[in-house]
């Protein structure tokens, strides 16, 4: 038996769920974790990544040394070109068998010239080309105080709203809508209220797999609870086993089903009047667009029987606490943001909102997407969510970083999306990436390789050499979770404590740290007033946002030393906002918004038959930095793509059989699981594995509003190909459950 | 409504609907427990929480026996300690309790006699290694049935795992026999969270106990390295990321 030198409780790194962890540590390694039975939020359950996947902390892949390119570190000009590499010299050595410019080799260097390397070069293209060539990327999943913190640094030196994260290419789509429909953008309730539910809707969400904890709870509701469940999803996840109905649509015509749901509860006479009448606008016109929106029209679109959607609709408006849980599959289409107004629709005409065991709730997948959003990190909007292009919010954020009044820019920023797609001359120069990996999330990744070409200057903060770090110019080594102390917002808004477990490896330093010391040398090159970045602990920096967030006003590291605060706390005493709306929305009344159905950008052809869908598996993180560096690896070691056994044997294709996937701008190779897990004429691709590579097939058309790209419909070809041509043929997955 | 009953010739008033074993926590009588856990269904599987209840036949198992109004119950009478000391005494000589110190305790605090059956036969099993998350080692298994219970409704519904086997070959299995990957497990280690004897192991810390170092546990998975094939290929470059450095 093990006796562990010290128990450190934090919050797990992986979803939005935001579990309880405790880190058993002896001699400075995490041997085991376990979760306390009574926490408020998993109440000691884990899934695979949270008990298992921490021991990428440890691999010896990580980066713990700054490294800086060769021309940088000798003084030479720039190469032609920007090439990604992912080996390291650690002799200063050109690297062995190395077919590529000995000028982009990767050296290792201290701290203090990396830096440096980094404050000049932005300086130097920020005096050129302005404060319009500069941009960062936040971090979903760093701190609360990380993000705060790389925001300030852009907004208050470099005078850009240029700073985004992934949240754009998640639930922009839901922000939007909800902000549109409501003036607010976060879950309504939380997540636990599910129990308390008679009827919920779970919809583009395969929570079993994403959602490990919440699906448990869900399970609960149905299993324990007499809730009924109704499961609206092109896949036959794991919950249709618990459902009462599965309406399975076909990817992209979300529209189309929840409206025509609307249309049945409106002419059924299942509306909530009086709900309607206190504490909505917008609906006369709302049921003018309904018209069109039979069961029998979106039976055509979807090809969900009209008689289950009428099913559903009468389950969902005569419940007496209803509610919806939604994932990416309603917000990453090029009309995400219509596609979660119909939903928001759904909930007002029932009057679904407002109430415990009711709301909308979109379960938000970063363990802190949430909080980076509410630290500002998006281009338009500071902390808060105060709109950047309104003088009275930038005077109060000039005060507090001792700016003079008017020096913030008031210019809306550019998104995630648009950072990379205007990566040129004349557009954006710099890119500060701060633990994202955009070689693997951005859609259509051929291009997207060509966009990180353009860079003039590249800086890379992370903990792995991922697919977008081996393109960078510097690369900061920082810290995972494990090793530093700061908080994490989670999907129902709690605000919780991570603590370090023991003290970072190697050279690598917490993030907040490295922001501080290149802001203090980016200031005194400058030679600009400070903004302020001596910080003795991330306390100090959570309390100064604070101060001007009124969300966050009544959260201190004391308040939530054990269990977390649900914001909005207003002040000291508040003690939390578990369920949101109950008596108005932030906007005053919710706007319903009349729709109309569009299809998905790319609807499959002769030439491109299938659907292509993409998302997730239980076993792996996103573009993988953490869990390929873990035993999650071993457990789930290569990309599958999803067929149904229907399309399988018109192509004869078995299980197993190694294909390639191709649309009009990628192809992957990578063997096929045949599934009635997927319909037919629908294939699934998890976007994890850089050997195959699910966007590189994606398609980059946009949102118009949120700017969310189409990741969950393009049109693809499957062939067969060679065993021979697989990437990685030794990765075998051999797991009953998939 | 709340009841009055006698425990240990004390009047004690509790909420109706609640176990023995709840009340006498609350009145801070000690009751000892090893197949209950305040995450799991009770199911009164190992019998070590028994107490002696007036008018009843047998002994009574506090860890799902309601209290009643007017009930007479003794927590610590001759026979509930000879009882226990015998199941304690019939444990040690089956299985292996060495990662068990709040057994061992108990084995202490009743009396147990380690050699009470000399010719008992030990329940051995080899260690099950067979996926990347933890090991089973059902030597130590005592079959309390939690590690089933959260598998199932009680946490993760997943049913991967149940009892195996009859009578004294009776074991913790997968159906039919098959290795942890191959069933449905998600891997949650929801069962390794509430194993009271180290019978389910993280990997990890088995690891660290056979004298591996953190630095030669972490190469175990550095991943294969894989085939390169980026040369010549004017498409994305793919694999990289699992490249050794």
């Known amino acids: 038996m093990i006796k562990a030198d010290r128990v450190v409780t934090s919050t797990c790194p992986y979803c939005g769920v935001g579990c309880n962890l405790q880190l058993h540590v002896k001699d400075d390694y995490i041997f085991k974790v376990t979760s306390p039975f009574d926490s408020p939020v998993n109440h000691g359950n884990l899934c695979v990544k949270g008990r298992f996947g921490y021991d990428y902390v440890y691999h010896p892949r990580r980066v713990t040394t700054p490294l800086v390119r060769r021309y940088l570190l000798e003084g ?94 998640c639930h922009a789509g839901s922000v939007v809508a909800l902000q549109q429909a409501t003036g607010s953008s976060a879950m309504s309730n939380t997540a636990s209220q599910v129990i308390q539910n008679d009827v919920f809707i779970v919809t583009g969400s395969n929570t079993g797999e994403n959602h490990p904890i919440i699906a448990l709870q869900m399970k609960d509701a149905v299993r324990q609870y007499g809730a009924k469940m109704i499961v609206i999803d092109p896949r036959r996840i794991d919950l249709v086993d618990f459902a009462e109905m599965w309406l399975p649509l076909k990817p992209g015509t979300n529209v189309s089903v929840f409206s025509a749901m609307a249309h049945v509860i409106v002419k059924e006479g299942l509306v909530n009047h009086d709900f309607i009448e206190k504490r909505t606008e917008g609906f006369n016109d709302f049921i003018e667009s309904l018209d069109k929106f039979t069961p029998e029209y979106a039976e055509e679109i979807s090809g969900v029987p009209a008689e289950d959607i009428r099913k559903a609709a009468r389950m969902y408006a005569n419940a007496k606490k209803a509610a919806i849980y939604w994932g990416m599959g309603i917000s990453q289409l090029s009309h995400g943001t219509a596609s979660a107004l119909a939903l928001i629709n759904l909930a007002f005409l029932t009057g679904h909102i407002g109430r415990e065991g009711t709301g909308l709730n979109p379960l938000r997948g970063q363990n802190n997407v949430q909080g980076a959003s509410d630290m500002g990190c998006m281009p338009f909007h500071y902390p808060g969510y105060m709109r950047v292009d ?122 907040w ?91 499959p052809s002769d030439e491109y038959p299938f659907i292509l869908t993409t998302g997730r598996v239980l076993e792996h993180w996103h573009g993988g930095t953490m869990t390929r560096n873990s035993a999650l690896n071993e457990a789930y070691p290569e990309a599958r793509v999803e067929m149904h056994p229907a399309d399988a044997e018109i192509h004869g294709i078995r299980n197993g059989d190694p294909v390639k996937v191709q649309s009009r701008r990628g192809e992957v190779i990578l063997r096929v699981t045949v599934t009635e897990k997927t319909s037919v004429g629908v294939v699934f691709i998890p976007f994890h594995f850089a050997e195959a590579a699910a966007n590189l097939l994606t398609n980059d058309a946009l949102d118009p509003q949120a700017k969310i790209p189409e990741f969950k419909a393009c049109a693809v070809q499957v062939f067969p190909a060679r065993e021979d041509e697989l990437l990685n043929p030794d990765a075998v997955l051999n797991r009953g459950r998939y | 409504m709340a009841i009055t009953f006698l425990m240990d010739g004390k009047e004690v008033t509790a909420e109706e609907n609640k176990t023995l074993l709840d009340i006498a926590r609350e009145n801070g009588v000690d009751i000892p427990t090893i197949c209950f856990h305040e995450a799991t269904t009770a199911n009164a599987l190992c019998r070590i929480c028994v107490v002696e209840v007036e008018g009843q036949r047998v002994l009574q198992p506090a860890c799902i026996v309601k209290a009643g109004a007017g009930m007479k119950v003794q927590t610590r009478s001759e026979k509930v300690i000879r009882a226990r000391r015998t199941i304690l005494e019939m444990l040690d000589s089956t299985m292996d309790l060495s990662e068990t110190p709040e057994i061992q305790n108990m084995m202490k605090d009743y009396n147990a006699d380690p050699n009470r059956f000399p010719d008992a036969e030990r329940r051995e ?121």
């Open chain 1, 390 to 511: 309104n003088d009275d919010n930038a005077a109060k954020w000039e005060k507090t970083w001792n700016i003079e009044p008017g020096g913030l820019s008031r210019k809306l920023g550019l998104t995630t999306t648009e950072i990379l797609s205007h990566a040129r001359e004349g557009g954006i120069r710099a890119l500060y990436i701060m633990g994202e990996n955009p070689m693997m999330s951005e859609p259509n990744l051929n291009e997207t390789r060509k966009h990180m070409q353009q860079l003039e200057f590249l800086v890379a903060q992370d903990i792995f050499m991922n697919e977008s770090g081996a393109f960078a110019d510097v690369f900061l080594p920082a810290t995972p979770f494990a090793e530093k102390d700061g908080t994490f917002s989670n999907t129902d808004r709690r605000v919780q404590r991570v603590r370090a477990a023991h003290a970072p490896r190697g050279q690598s330093r917490v993030d």
């Open chain 1, 76 to 169: 030479k000009p720039k190469p032609e070109g920007r090439e990604q590499v992912f080996a390291v010299s650690t002799d200063g050595k050109p690297i062995s068998n190395s077919l590529i410019s000995n000028l982009w080799d990767w050296l290792e260097t201290d701290w203090n010239t990396a830096l440096n390397i980094v404050a000049d070069n932005l300086i130097r293209i920020y005096k050129r080309d302005g404060s319009d060539a500069m941009a960062a990327y936040a971090c979903a999943k760093a701190t609360n105080e990380d993000n705060y913190l790389l925001q300030k640094m852009y907004r208050a030196i470099f005078r850009t709203n240029n700073v985004d994260h992934c949240t754009r290419l």
């Open chain 2, 125 to 245: 099993s080899d260690v099950k290694d067979d996926n990347p998350m933890y090991v089973r080692d059902y030597s130590k298994c005592l079959l309390c049935w939690r590690c089933v219970q959260v598998c199932a409704e009680d946490a993760q519904y997943t049913f991967a795992i149940n009892f195996d086997g009859r009578g004294f070959e009776t074991q913790i299995g997968t159906f039919f026999g098959k290795s942890i990957p191959e069933t449905s497990c998600v891997l949650c280690g929801q069962c390794v969270a509430v194993c009271p004897t180290g019978a389910l192991k993280p990997k990890r810390e088995f690891l660290l106990e056979q004298g591996m170092s953190p630095q030669e546990i972490s190469v175990l998975n550095t991943g294969r390295k894989q085939k390169s094939k980026v040369k010549g290929r004017d498409d994305f470059r793919p694999l990289t990321g699992l490249e050794e450095r």
């Open chain 1, 513 to 603: 740290q490295i922001i501080c010391d290149l802001a203090l040398r980016l200031e005194s090159k400058l030679g600009a007033d400070s903004a302020k970045w001596d910080y003795s602990n991330p306390e100090e920096i959570l309390r100064e946002m604070g101060n001007v967030n009124s969300d966050y006003a009544g959260i201190t590291y004391d308040r939530i030393d054990k269990v977390g605060l649900i914001y909005p706390v207003p002040d000291m005493t508040h003690p939390g906002t578990p369920t949101l709306f109950k008596e108005s929305f932030p906007r005053g009344r919710g706007k319903f918004h009349a729709l109309d159905y569009v299809p998905v950008m790319e609807e």
